[in-house]
């Protein structure tokens, strides 16, 4: 009996142990903790992620020249390539891939731009101590972007 009940527990730290990190939630920008351009940041001030299975929403509330707005995107979590809709009805291919410990989230897009090319953006998702975190890299005939954004828990 005991050794059923041990090896029950085993089971289940294992199962926690290899469990992906899930980033739902309600999370407001912390500009003195993000890492933001000076002149031009594209951070949303505020996100609310919902996260189920294979499937990652995430809402994104922005402000441009003292117009907020708000963009919706769902991504799946399988590695397979969906599509969003994004500024002017421009389609954004996007994928998603867990590191090996299924911690840390990465989403790479591209996105067509006006000029007929192409911008290619990376976003890593991350927990770091309890806050969520968003390293943003974009590069494109414009040239290169980087931030990293983090938000607190509301």
């Given at each position: 009996m005991k050794k059923s009940i041990v090896m029950l527990c085993l089971f289940f730290i294992g199962m926690l142990a290899n469990a992906q990190t899930n980033f739902s939630g309600t999370w407001a920008l912390s500009k003195s903790k993000s890492k933001l351009n000076a002149e031009f940041s594209m951070a949303p001030f505020k996100m609310v992620i919902h996260q189920e299975g294979k499937v990652l929403k995430a809402e994104r509330h922005s402000s441009f020249q003292g117009n907020e707005f708000t963009s919706n995107s769902q991504y799946t979590l399988d590695g397979n390539e969906c599509?969003?809709?994004?500024?002017?009805?421009?389609?954004?291919?996007?994928?998603?891939?867990?590191?090996?410990?299924?911690?840390?989230?990465?989403?790479?897009?591209?996105?067509?731009?006006?000029?007929?090319?192409?911008?290619?953006?990376?976003?890593?998702?991350?927990?770091?101590?309890?806050?969520?975190?968003?390293?943003?890299?974009?590069?494109?005939?414009?040239?290169?972007?980087?931030e990293t954004w983090v938000y607190e828990k509301q």
């Open positions: 599509i969003n809709v994004g500024w002017q009805d421009m389609n954004i291919k996007s994928t998603c891939a867990w590191d090996n410990d299924k911690k840390v989230l990465t989403i790479q897009s591209k996105i067509p731009t006006q000029d007929g090319s192409e911008m290619k953006v990376t976003e890593v998702y991350s927990i770091v101590n309890g806050d969520f975190s968003i390293h943003s890299r974009a590069s494109s005939s414009w040239g290169d972007f980087e």
